[in-house]
């Protein structure tokens, strides 16, 4: 491709375009419309690396560098939305949310204001693609907390350089090539996948092949014969699927792409021009930044108090929210903190609400989300404990033992939380008294499991592979696989709605559940399996939420409360008689 150099401008509408682009894509994303439109972030971390490097560049080639003005200007472009997000964001919550997800939205809002939330990301979910996700306002930060982090260490490298004075602009440029080849290994490498998706140094060379652009450009842009070429490849890109492209090849190509663009001379070309340059496009690049930090935070707070099961209506009208909020926060907060105020108010406000988020965020979490009683959940501000439910699931642990009693029913239950949701439904049951319970976790790696399946008078599985199955079958003619469950995707839209007939509420089970049990169910054969689905569903295929006394099931849609767990087992009783006949 013939090329040449020119003289860029100081201002670029079509990197402005260029950003509507990405946080359109983005939105679109996490509106389940765009499977590939997480690569969004990724062009914006590609401009992030451009535009910061043209300024540190520039300045340290001018010697008048500051890194105490460098970070005062970062400062007033991106902690004041920030700042106000997440207060608005732990408002919200502490209104509206239950204790479970209000304790989790105080560590993101700490985490936030700590440039962390890729961290706390890493801790908890650990997959960017979790359902559990889409419910959390503040998710979305894990970006911005990369960049700040690169912000943190990034300038030093031109300052270290640049004091050598030794042939700056080369010994940069192979500084940062060779920090780059690093960064790209790594994140080809077999590390766990969420670690290549949220920390910096797996993902530092998208921001340092823009870096590259900016010095290699250094003022000039490339002038390509068809610059338009790459426009439109990226957007195909991001919007369409490419399944013989895996997820690194894919965000490779993103990165390249978008360095292509920005190093390409887009103003004078008409096609380029009408894609990156028009008024509406460039203006929804000025105010991407707000439109990223609002969407997530408006799209999680109206899923959990309005409606789970969005449509595209509900789309629409959660967009015009974004984009009119995203409007009076470019103006009213991004601007004018940016420009209209001075720098010692700023840093006044900043340090304010920085303080009130924290403080309010701990004493939420030291309070375990419990600011106000739950009778639905058995909870009340008298009584505080951190994750009781989870606590609950968890105690199955305290019963990997070997069996010790001759006269009770022997009963192994082998698999994950699901299994141990199973081991809770027997000690709930009227069966408990004749019953004893050994757990094992992964019965693949454990040193008892066949002393254990050999006594065992009934074995019960969940979510373990077939094969395992039918090898405790050909020795123990008992063994039964406990079915899937789901209540819904989040309790919050039960808890936060009105109507009369509140304790009454069900919830629609997905498809995937309704296939998933139907599968395990031919597979093991109806005689050996416990389909819970089949005994909680109504005729209308929904699931009920509470239990008859008005608790909740379920406290995340799949794991069973205690109340939820007696529940069950009154039900399943039927499915449980050949208990009563064990011992004859």
């Known amino acids: 491709m013939k090329f040449n150099l020119i003289n860029s401008l100081k201002y670029r509408n079509d990197i402005d375009g260029l950003r509507a682009i990405a946080v359109l894509v983005v939105i679109f994303f996490h509106f389940g419309y765009l499977s590939n439109g997480y690569l969004g972030v990724d062009v914006f971390f590609v401009i992030s690396g451009y535009l910061i490097t043209g300024i540190i560049h520039n300045k340290i080639l001018q010697n008048n560098f500051s890194v105490k003005d460098f970070y005062i200007r970062r400062a007033k472009r991106i902690l004041p939305l920030v700042s106000f997000v997440t207060l608005v964001s732990l408002t919200l919550g502490f209104f509206f949310m239950l204790p479970d997800d209000l304790e989790n939205l105080a560590q993101s809002v700490i985490a936030t204001n700590f440039f962390n939330n890729n961290t706390l990301q890493i801790l908890t979910t650990k997959n960017y693609w979790d359902v559990v996700n889409e419910f959390k306002p503040l998710m979305h930060t ?47 490498s077999s590390f766990e996948q969420y670690y290549k998706f949220y920390l910096l140094p797996f993902r530092f060379f998208e921001l340092s092949l823009g870096g ?36 690194d090849l894919l965000i490779i190509l993103t990165v390249i792409l978008t360095s292509l663009i920005l190093l390409s001379d887009n103003h004078n070309n008409g096609v380029s021009k009408i894609i990156l340059e028009n008024k509406i496009i460039v203006f929804l690049g000025k105010i991407s930044f707000s439109l990223y930090m609002w969407h997530q935070i408006v799209l999680a707070f109206y899923r959990y108090i309005f409606i789970q099961e969005i449509h595209i209506y509900n789309y629409i009208i959660i967009f015009i929210v974004t984009l009119l909020l995203s409007i ?14 001075k720098t010692n108010i700023v840093i006044l406000s900043l340090l304010t609400v920085f303080l009130i988020t924290n403080i309010l965020s701990l004493d939420i979490y030291n309070k375990s989300g419990i600011v106000r009683d739950v009778e639905e959940l058995d909870l009340t501000t008298d009584n505080r404990s951190s994750n009781i439910h989870s606590q609950y699931n968890d105690r199955i642990y305290n019963y990997d033992n070997d069996f010790i009693s001759k006269d009770k029913i022997k009963i192994l239950v082998l698999g994950n939380s699901f299994a141990r949701d199973w081991a809770n439904v027997l000690i709930e049951s009227k069966y408990f008294e004749q019953i004893q319970i050994s757990y ?22 969940s979510s373990i592979n077939k094969p395992l199955f039918d090898k405790f079958l050909i020795t123990n003619p008992n063994v039964w696989c406990v079915g899937t469950k789901n209540f819904g995707i989040n309790m919050g839209v039960f808890y936060n709605y009105s109507g009369s007939n509140y304790c009454l509420q069900k919830t629609p089970i997905k498809s995937n559940h309704l296939k998933t049990n139907t599968l395990q169910k031919k597979q093991w054969g109806s005689d050996h399996y416990i389909d819970l689905i089949e005994a909680l569903i109504d005729e209308n295929m929904k699931m009920p939420v509470f239990t008859p006394d008005c608790k909740f099931i379920s406290h995340d849609s799949r794991h069973l409360t205690q109340s939820g767990a007696k529940y069950v087992a009154s039900i399943i009783k039927n499915q449980l008689t050949f208990l009563d006949f064990a011992n004859d």
């Open 440 to 461: 094992i976790y992964d019965p693949s790696n454990h040193p008892n499991i066949t002393n254990r399946s050999n006594q065992a008078d009934f074995i019960f599985i």
């Open 328 to 341: 009076l926060s470019y103006f009213f907060i991004e601007n004018y903190f940016r420009y209209k105020m």
């Open 142 to 188: 894990w970006s911005l907390a990369i960049e700040e982090q690169f912000y943190f260490f990034y300038p030093f490298i031109f300052i270290l350089i640049n004091k050598t004075r030794f042939l700056y602009k080369r010994t940069l440029l192979v500084v940062l090539i060779g920090l780059t080849l690093v960064s790209i290994l790594l994140y080809l």
């Open 212 to 247: 590259l652009v900016a010095i290699v450009s250094n003022t000039k842009v490339v002038k390509f014969k068809t610059p338009y070429v790459f426009i439109i490849i990226l957007v195909s890109v991001m919007c369409f699927n490419f399944n013989f492209l895996n997820d």
